[in-house]
């Protein structure tokens, strides 16, 4: 089974929209962390936004939320006011077991998003 | 913000030839890792690397493939005897594992990324 599903290949967004990011993660573990990643045309790899198992919060940065529901096992980012620099592919990952040994991160299939002016 | 760099940006090799990817992480972080991305697909974990050992690594990460932190700034990915099918972008990533619930401590930070195409 996989252990990160992003079930939205490829998603359009008009400007100034908000969009949300599908997000389904496996674990038996009782402690993990879910990340989104950005990744431009020009292929780096920028952080978004983290979130621990045990937060009881969902996280935000800025424009980026996750909606994090635990019960379902889901993860999904929400992006608000869509830029055009959003433009580029989301990655969810996640990381299994306790924090400090170390971020070995899973990677789901990625969402490409682009914004329409 | 501190950031991972990476050199080169791109790499060309001929098969069977030895490349050497390399990474300068963040200073003061602990951990380091290679992790690759065949181009399409999913990025993959291949290693990771704490106090001078390899603390984790993937069946990916076999005989052919080695890490070394020669000083205090440098990590490398060697890949003794390139194929074609290790052609793939490879970023580096550290991170510095802090309190539990801090999040802003959890941030792995990626390098830009080698892309590595072997011919």
């Known amino acids: 089974a996989q252990k990160i599903t992003q079930t939205q290949p490829g998603m359009f967004v008009q400007e100034k929209e908000a969009v949300t990011l599908d997000c389904t993660y496996d674990?038996?573990?009782?402690?993990?962390?879910l990340f989104w990643y950005k990744q431009p045309s020009s292929g780096e790899m920028i952080f978004l936004i983290y979130?621990?198992?045990?937060?009881?919060q969902n996280a935000t940065e800025g424009r980026y939320s996750l909606n994090f529901q635990k019960a379902r096992k889901s993860a999904n980012l929400v992006i608000s006011a869509s830029q055009l620099g959003d433009s580029a592919m989301y990655f969810c990952a996640m990381r299994e077991g306790l924090t400090a040994a170390g971020n070995k991160l899973t990677f789901g299939g990625g969402t490409r998003v682009l914004v329409k002016p | 913000e501190p950031e991972v760099t990476q050199t080169p940006s791109h790499q060309v090799t001929q098969m069977g030839q030895e490349v050497i990817l390399r990474c300068v992480p963040i200073?003061?972080?602990?951990?380091f890792y290679w992790y690759r991305q065949i181009l399409g697909q999913k990025v993959e974990f291949l290693v990771s690397?704490?106090?001078?050992?390899?603390?984790?690594k993937s069946e990916i990460f076999d005989d052919q493939f080695s890490v070394e932190r020669p000083d205090g700034s440098n990590f490398t990915l060697k890949i003794r005897s390139t194929k074609l099918e290790d052609s793939a972008m490879y970023f580096c990533a550290s991170h510095l594992p802090g309190a539990e619930t801090r999040s802003r401590t959890e941030k792995l930070f990626f390098g830009s990324g080698t892309q590595l195409s072997v011919l």
């Open positions: 674990t038996s573990d009782q402690s993990y962390g």
């Open positions: 200073s003061n972080h602990l951990y």
């Open positions: 979130q621990g198992s045990y937060d009881e």
């Open positions: 690397f704490y106090n001078n050992e390899i603390s984790e």
